[in-house]
């Protein structure tokens, strides 16, 4: 679990960051969920665009991509979710210790 200055540290480098996955009108298969697996591993930090119907259906995936991989979400703005899940074997982001 992130503190809250934690997470603002995350956001302040999430705001130049561009979607990178993105999920359709499909939903969340296997294929894009290894992709966010594969993406979240090499940068801890992620933008993930959910462009599916409702905010409800929005959330769901969210909350599903989450708790599959044990990221924490971040912040979610529209349909655009920030991510983080720390890699310990190759740690980029140093978080503060807040």
Known sequence: MLKEAQKKYLRGLGHKLHPVVTIGDAGLSD???EEFESTLTHHELIKVRVRVGDRA???D???TLCSRSG???VQRIGNVALVYRENPERRKIRLPAA
Request: proline share 0%; hydrophobic share 75%.
């Open 71 to 73: 990221a924490v979400l």
């Open 61 to 63: 995936i969210v909350a």
């Open 57 to 59: 259906a929005r959330d």
């Open 31 to 33: 294929a894009v969920y």
